[in-house]
């Protein structure tokens, strides 16, 4: 098995390479995600694990890339953000899972060897699973929320009634079970829908 790992953390994807070393035939680490097609062209690896932040990369972004260049491949992250908003978009683009960084290494090596197998892992709260997901207008209206857009301000910017803004801030707070705006941008940034302009 031959497995990429693209994290740009050097000393912690030089570690796992040394640890990997008698557990996986070939672990092989990249430090940026750049001319990453070319890359699995070139080593033709059996999975790829990827980080969700790398400097001014998106992991989920490259992910996407790769799966539209190489749709059979085994993608997967291996990352620290463990938020439900990543989940539900790895998913959406065909990863075969999302593991946390947190992980003991036995237990890493155990999941790499299930991905490779064909099994899907994801690592979620499954009291978050069944929390309803936001349209993608009530993530809209929520980031111009956490920006400290007023009501009538993200009405004007997305032309709708500030009543209709009103509604989908209600909607918002009944899926995401809390009581105010306040507390649903709070709720927000834990799960990873409201995207922080220093979150890169």
Do not use: W
């Not at 912690?12 to 092989?28: N, T």
């Not at 899926?175 to 705006?181: C, D, E, F, R």
């Amino acid at each position: 098995m031959k497995v990429l790992l693209f994290d740009d953390h050097k000393l912690f994807a030089k570690s796992l390479e040394i640890v990997m070393a008698g557990h996986i035939d070939e672990f092989v680490c990249f430090q940026t995600p750049e001319n990453i097609v070319e890359i699995v062209q070139q080593e033709k690896p059996d999975l790829l694990l990827l980080d969700i932040h790398m400097g001014a990369y998106s992991g989920l972004d490259v992910c996407r890339e790769v799966l539209y260049h190489y749709p059979e491949l085994k993608v997967a992250f291996l990352s620290g953000y463990n938020l439900h908003e990543y989940h539900l978009e790895a998913k959406r683009m065909g990863a075969k899972g999302f593991l946390d960084k947190n992980m003991s290494v036995e237990n890493l090596i155990d999941n790499i060897k299930q991905l490779h197998q064909g099994d899907t892992i994801f690592m979620e709260n499954k009291a978050e699973d069944v929390m309803e997901e936001l349209t993608p207008r009530e993530k809209e209206i929520l980031q111009y929320a956490s920006n400290g857009d007023t009501q009538q301000v993200i009405a004007d910017k997305l032309g709708i009634s500030r009543r209709t803004v009103n509604n989908h801030l209600m909607s918002i707070n009944d899926k995401l079970m809390v009581n105010s705006t306040v507390a649903a941008i709070v709720r927000g940034i834990e799960l990873g829908i409201i995207k922080l302009s220093n979150n890169r």
